[in-house]
């Protein structure tokens, strides 16, 4: 069986996580900084919106697959996903400020809403409801 939806959102979170990666290595690279944050602030910034999305995004990418090899998905999955996905490139490029922000909050909001959302679509689907 092929899982188109979530085979393109797999392939997605590597170029997002290879993206939020790059940008800790410019920090690295800037500031000569070889191992850990080195008390530097935007690379600890840095550091954690990756260590986010690596939390964050197989817990979608399980779901989304669950979900697609029940045959329950449709249009609306994939359009979850790329949401997911742009949620979490704001929330990265938010993390770069130090103050609250509408990309880091709305990154992060809209994020855990579609998460959450595929949850209970996962567990009706797991009831026989969906």
Do not use: Y
Not at 13 to 19: D, E, Q, R, S
Not at 64 to 82: N, R
């Amino acid at each position: 069986m092929i899982l188109p939806t979530t085979l393109c959102l797999a392939a997605t979170a590597v170029l997002i996580n290879l993206w939020l990666g790059a940008r800790i290595g410019k920090i690295r690279g800037q500031e000569k900084i070889l191992h850990g944050d080195g008390s530097n602030p935007r690379l600890m910034q840095r550091m954690r919106a990756q260590a986010n999305f690596i939390e964050n995004a197989p817990f979608l990418l399980i779901l989304t697959g669950a979900i697609e090899i029940s045959g329950k998905g449709g249009i609306w999955l994939p359009l979850a996903g790329a949401l997911f996905m742009a949620a979490r490139v704001c929330h990265g490029l938010g993390m770069d400020r130090s103050d609250i922000n509408a990309l880091r909050a709305g990154g992060f909001g809209i994020g855990l809403l579609v998460t959450l959302s595929l949850a209970v679509v996962a567990v009706l689907i797991a009831l026989g409801l969906f």
